[in-house]
């Protein structure tokens, strides 16, 4: 139920927001595994908190796709948030919160001995895969997927195995409502934009109507 913004800076406790984004990653982790895309889920949980996953190695690498000017982009480029990127953008970030998850070049993963160069073609791949299958998805619900954040990680035992892990939950998505604009992700809390459950509420309900339609 944690809710953190600004590597840590803002902080607050909201009920409920665990088990909303447990149900939803849940879901689209059962439908991308029946897209052919490889995760580590296994099975829901026996409560509404947790679920079975096979052992995995995180790679300390966030995978940020991006298909709309928003947030940090919009900053360095001083684009209009909300343009349309010409083509899908992948970048890297370092996952540590001491050095503010900085923005890494490839040159600067190698050095630092986070993945080789065929782990991250095969990370930019399947990430830019993922994004073939969730834009369609989320337009069906009436949303737009403007960008995301996952990770991945080397399954044991052998870790050479590498498939998606973590969440997908509008706390590592931008997921903007197509009709009015609304955003109905964790920038409700990270900018005061409105109640933060009831945008989460909304996502899940539409990924469950266009799942069960």
């Known amino acids: 139920d944690d809710a ?28 991308l595994e029946q897209k052919g895309i490889a995760t580590h889920f296994v099975s829901d949980g026996k409560d509404d908190r947790h679920m079975l996953v ?8 966030e995978v940020v ?3 709309y000017i928003a947030g940090s982009l919009q900053k360095r480029t001083g684009l209009v948030e909300g343009r349309k990127l ?5 970048e890297f970030y370092y996952k540590d919160d001491d050095l503010g998850d900085p923005l890494l070049t490839q040159d ?18 399947q990430a830019l895969r993922l994004n073939e299958v969730m834009l369609p998805f989320w337009a069906n619900c009436g949303i737009q997927l403007v960008d995301f954040k996952v990770e991945f990680g080397r399954l044991f035992p052998d870790k050479k195995n590498i498939v998606l892990a973590d969440e997908i939950s509008p706390d590592t998505c931008r997921l903007w409502d197509v009709n009015t604009g609304e955003k ?14 009831t945008g989460y509420q909304k996502v899940l309900k539409a990924a469950e109507d266009a799942l069960c339609s």
């Not at 600067?108 to 791949?125: F, G, M, Q, T, Y």
């Open 4 to 31: 953190t913004a600004f590597n840590g800076e803002k902080h607050a406790i909201i009920s409920n927001k665990g088990p909303l984004n447990k149900r939803l990653t849940v879901l689209l982790y059962q439908m």
């Open 54 to 61: 096979r052992r995995s190695e995180i790679i300390p690498l």
């Open 65 to 67: 796709v991006r298909n």
């Open 86 to 90: 010409k083509q899908p953008l992948v």
């Open 108 to 125: 600067h993963i190698r050095e630092l001995d986070l993945a080789s160069n065929d782990e991250l073609v095969k990370l930019k791949r």
């Open 184 to 197: 109905l992700d964790k920038d409700r809390f990270r900018f005061d934009l409105g109640d933060l459950e």
